[in-house]
């Protein structure tokens, strides 16, 4: 049951782990506030499309869908630029040229924005060490320090607490928690490369599928 002005701000790119986070956040008994953004990242449209379906399967209490443009003129990443090539091979030890310079800071700074505006006491990302495939900005360390500069730059009534309720966990958990929770994932999207039929191939892909297999479950998205 929810309670009143019980309110958790929700990063949600339209993704399994971020999806997740957002279904535990209602669980929780919050109010989700949903939070979408447009970074010119290549499957765009269709995160989107599956942000919008999340919301509207979840009962979002408000949405926003805000657009931040000046990524694809920093590029510097596979998933702005399309003259960098998006990984096939596999996770290696460097992080990869999917990586957006400090994207989660700056999603976070705009999220603690409306957090406080709407005051909301939580924010949730489903940042994941396992499969951050090495970035920098998806751990358990980087977010609680963002925590603690959140609330020391908002007003001195405004506590916000981020929670990263999957951090910790493997792809083969996420699948078998979202299962759990009856997370629609036939909804959400994990692929680097295609807005059609998911390539099966990119980092993304291979993680995504490797979690469903451990799990001993079936991904309902469609693949090449």
């Known amino acids: ?19 997740l986070s957002a279904y535990m956040m209602r669980d929780e008994g919050y109010e989700i506030i949903a939070l979408h953004f447009n970074y010119s990242q290549l499957t765009q449209k269709k995160e989107l499309a599956c942000f919008k379906a999340i919301c509207n399967d979840l009962g979002v209490y408000e949405k926003y869908n805000l657009d931040l443009d000046f990524f694809s003129k920093i590029g510097a990443s596979a998933l702005l630029d399309k003259e960098i090539k998006v990984p096939i091979g596999g996770l290696g030890d460097e992080v990869p040229s999917t990586y957006v310079p400090f994207r989660n800071g700056i999603f976070l700074s705009i999220a603690a924005a409306i957090a406080e505006k ?107």
């Not at 002005?5 to 999806?19: E, Q, R, V, Y």
């Not at 490369?193 to 469903?212: N, P, W």
């Open 118 to 224: 709407e005051g909301a006491s939580v924010m949730s990302i489903g940042v994941v060490e396992e499969d951050g495939s090495g970035y920098p900005d998806c751990t358990d360390s980087f977010i609680r320090s963002m925590q603690k500069s959140i609330n020391l730059g908002t007003k001195d009534e405004t506590e916000i607490e981020i929670k990263m309720p999957l951090v910790h966990l493997s792809k083969s958990q996420i699948v078998q928690a979202s299962l759990e929770l009856n997370v629609p994932l036939h909804l959400t999207w994990s692929c680097y490369k295609s807005e059609t039929k998911a390539c099966g191939v990119c980092d993304s892909c291979r993680l995504r599928l490797r979690g469903f297999e451990l799990a001993g479950a079936r991904d309902p998205i469609a693949y090449e």
């Open 1 to 19: 049951m929810k309670t009143k002005d019980k309110k958790a701000l929700c990063i949600m790119s339209g993704g399994m782990d971020s999806t």
